[in-house]
Antibody, heavy 116, light 112 residues
Framework: EVQLVESGGGLVQPGGSLRLSCEAS????????MHWVRQVPGKGLVWVAL???????IYADSVRGRFTISRDNAKNTLHLQMNSLRAEDTAVYHC??????????WGQGTLVTVSS | DVVMTQTPLSSPVTLGQPASISCRSS???????????LSWLQQRPGQPPRLLIY???NRFSGVPDRFSGSGAGTDFTLKISRVEAEDVGVYYC?????????FGQGTKVEIK
């Protein structure tokens, strides 16, 4: 069974940093592209970043230069390092699995709140 | 960026009746490999999204056959042949032909 479990969310001040993690199980993590997608509660889905199996990374314009997606294949874990956080980064962050250019499995998400 | 526009944004439906959601992209979603990477997701209240349909019309594993997808190029449709109570939620189209991946605004399906 595919499982994705995020952690690391919380309250952080504007300009601060946070590191999200996503533990994956039930599939071959190292050979799978992985995404981060965020959602303001009650609002729509917004794609954040992708990391391919070869380590290539792609970012949304809104986070490029501030966020870094990475993976630890030995620990089946996906990360999102978020720096220079802004109020508009407040959202639930989901990690999600890419499957032939669709996103087939999503974690429950972890809430990030950027506020003073 | 490819803009995905869904209509309607809200769809009150009677149980057992059909529902239809339209999704239009600002650019053709035909990839250079010949595939069209348009998918549909369902998000039930309090749950993460769930994949229903991929590459326009292919039902994902475990998805009931009352869900169907169609379309081509820039115009796509998700149909529910007979709405059941468990279908209540928000439905999103998503394009994966280009980066950044983009989603429609979401269509809320509720029971009348």
């Amino acid at each position: 069974e595919v499982q994705l479990v995020e952690s690391g969310g919380g309250l952080v001040q504007p300009g601060g940093s946070l590191r999200l993690s996503c533990e994956a199980s039930g599939f071959s993590f190292s050979s799978t592209w992985m995404h981060w997608v965020r959602q303001v509660p009650g609002k729509g889905l917004v794609w954040v970043a992708l990391i391919k199996s070869d380590g290539t990374t792609i970012y949304a314009d809104s986070v490029r230069g501030r966020f870094t997606i990475s993976r630890d294949n030995a620990k089946n874990t996906l990360h999102l390092q978020m720096n220079s956080l802004r109020a508009e980064d407040t959202a639930v962050y989901h990690c999600a699995r890419d499957w032939f250019h669709a996103i087939d499995y999503w974690g429950q998400g972890t809430l990030v709140t950027v506020s003073s | 960026d490819v803009v995905m526009t869904q209509t309607p944004l809200s769809s009150p439906v009677t149980l057992g009746q059909p529902a239809s959601i339209s999704c239009r992209s600002s650019q053709s979603l035909v990839h250079s490999d010949g595939n069209t990477y348009l998918s549909w997701l369902q998000q039930r209240p309090g749950q993460p999204p769930r994949l229903l349909i991929y590459k326009i019309s292919n039902r994902f594993s475990g998805v009931p056959d009352r869900f169907s997808g169609s379309g081509a190029g820039t115009d796509f449709t998700l149909k529910i042949s007979r709405v059941e109570a468990e279908d209540v939620g928000v439905y999103y189209c998503m394009q994966a032909t280009q980066f950044p991946r983009t989603f429609g605004q979401g269509t809320k399906v509720e029971i009348k």
